[in-house]
């Protein structure tokens, strides 16, 4: 069973996290053609190398992936390029690496988002009033209501491939330097 990723894939990731990032500050999207061909590309090689055991390895990190964005994507606060992003690099952590590297990545996202909502304050004004609402009808009525997209016109968007990426790579240099997690 494999338990870590392969060394060599983490530089191949890197890169593409990088160039993902910087895509996504111009244009605040992420491409298909970067996360689908190269996660099916880590499933593949893990695949071929260690057989079964390896294609469940990646398939695994690619489904934890997904499944730690598919939430906050769904109410609205993530792009689907952001979810197949960390989902594509779950396929070349695997499972239990991506969960890791989600703790920085959450970490480097939360002081992005403080840091956004600090220099746009004024344009944030009703915001939490509105999420408490969408949060206790949720609780009621286990239904996810959008918000109203008047209420996000003129809002700065977070840029959350930076934060993949950014959150990613200290993952992978800390693991790097003889860290474990």
Known sequence: MI???DP???KVLLVLLIVAAMIDLRTFRIPNLITLPFAVGA???YGVLYGYAGLLFSLAGFGVGLLLLLLPYML????????????MAGAFLGPKAVVSAFFFIAIIGGIYAVCVLFFHRRRFRGFFTTMRVALYEFILTRKITPGPDALRS?????KYGLAIAFGTG????????????
């Open 8 to 10: 060599n894939l983490l």
């Open 3 to 5: 338990q870590n990723p």
């Open 170 to 181: 200290l993952f992978i240099v800390i693991q790097a330097e003889g860290y474990t997690f």
């Open 154 to 158: 003129g809002r700065p968007r977070l």
């Open 43 to 45: 499933l593949t090689y």
């Open 76 to 87: 609205g606060g993530l792009g689907g390029g952001d979810v197949k992003l960390l989902g």
